[in-house]
């Protein structure tokens, strides 16, 4: 199958985040294992989903996993020009179609190559590791991640996440959580705003909580140049409540988008937040006992992920693609999973972020070959390391 035929079969699965992506993935460990090879399928609680992970060589240490999600983001609502499941070949050298970029492009190059990959004698290992529910908090990642920890007695030693990356290879992205949190104050006409708690005056002490905590962060000297901003972000991108402007709000919500530095501790900073709300409730109850803020997190943290630029796995990205700059990101990926779990984790994948998430998704027919070129160099490389 061609690298194109690969991509057409795949995008026309239309698996969005949060849906059963259970034909995609069958669909994917058929044609694994009509070359030979054992699958290993990890699925959800409700078996509705299923990652799906696989070994092609020998199980010795040393090994790369190539990482990639089935699921895609919705389409509803933006202005495509053509049906985002068919994959359009509009003859300007590029393929449109949801997730031709982010990120089936990737897997398509991962399994065009898999009859070489088969046959060839590698020294060490390739691993597929394909997950679901990518797009909405990397939910499945981690179950992944330890069931192949579980099922193989060596240790891979890489992991190439396959976001579209041009090909160069991402050394570090930072951590991303959402955090919803309601506001339960009291009513009452607004002259009384002594004797009752208005949520919209207590959601917005949470937002300058959170922009002073992340000047806090700044002015200690939390900092690395190679992200921009260069620094943690703390952001309330939304914030809602009351009714009229004489009537003390009795709810408030709001959303937060928290972006942590790899060096600075998002699992802090959400246990902070959380003690501020806390002893905003104590404060506040006694003026009104039924005082409460509900924080809830929209999805747990994506881990942030730094790898040295004189690593192992920037030096197999540049042998693999001949790229050698590196770059940085700030959009959530696997690749702090799979760093949290001992692996040298790479972003790199084919196909400009700039296509992904947006109406008339497309991939470069020049990337999507340039990706499977990488998987050839990467078996070739294999072949004798
Ligand atoms: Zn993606």
């Known amino acids: 199958m061609t690298v194109q035929t690969m991509l057409e079969k795949l995008v026309s699965f239309p698996v969005l985040g949060g849906e059963s992506n259970l034909e995609i993935i069958h669909w994917i460990k058929d044609y694994i294992e009509s070359f030979g090879i054992s699958t290993t399928l990890v699925p959800n609680k409700e078996n509705t989903k299923a990652s799906l992970h ?31 499941f068919e994959l359009v070949d509009k003859s300007d050298g590029n393929l449109y179609a949801r997730g031709s970029c982010d990120m089936k492009g990737f897997l398509a190059c ?35 991640i330890e069931n192949i920890k579980a099922s193989y007695s060596e240790f891979p030693k890489y992991a190439i996440i396959g976001e579209a990356s041009m090909l160069k290879p991402i050394i570090g992205q930072k951590s991303i959580h959402i955090i919803d949190i309601t506001v339960n104050g009291s009513e009452g006409h607004s002259s009384r705003i002594k004797q009752e708690v208005s949520a919209v005056h207590e959601a917005a002490r949470i937002v300058l909580w959170a922009e002073q905590k992340m000047n806090d962060l700044i002015d200690s000297g939390s900092s690395d140049e190679r992200f921009n901003p260069p620094h943690s972000s703390l952001h309330t991108g939304m914030i809602n409540g009351g009714i009229a402007p004489n009537i003390i709000a009795n709810k408030a919500t709001l959303s937060l988008d928290i972006r942590c530095l790899p060096q600075d501790d998002a699992n802090q900073l959400y246990q902070d937040l959380r003690d501020y709300c806390k002893s905003r409730e104590k404060e506040m109850q006694s003026i009104f006992s039924g005082f409460e803020i509900e924080v809830t997190e929209n999805h747990p943290i ?9 690593s192992a796995a920037v030096h197999l990205i540049s042998k693999i693609t001949g790229n050698k700059e590196w770059q940085t990101v700030s959009y959530a ?42 998987m050839y160099a990467l078996v070739k490389h294999l072949e004798t390391a």
């Open 54 to 84: 696989c070994r092609i060589g020998p199980a010795v240490d040393g090994g790369v996993i190539l990482s990639g999600h089935t699921d895609v983001v919705p389409v509803k609502g933006q202005p495509w020009t053509t049906d985002p």
């Open 333 to 374: 990926s696997e690749a702090g999973h799979f760093a949290n779990a001992g692996f040298e984790s790479i972003i790199c994948g084919p196909g400009s972020i700039a296509q992904a998430h947006r109406a008339d998704e497309f991939i470069s027919k020049d990337q999507l070959n340039k990706g499977v070129e990488m």
């Open 110 to 144: 991962c399994l065009t190559a898999l009859p070489d990959m088969v046959e060839a004698e590698l020294k060490t290992p390739i691993y597929f590791a394909f997950t679901y529910d990518e797009e909405i908090g990397c939910l499945a990642a981690e179950a992944l």
């Open 302 to 310: 994506v881990p942030s992920f730094s790898t040295s630029e004189t």
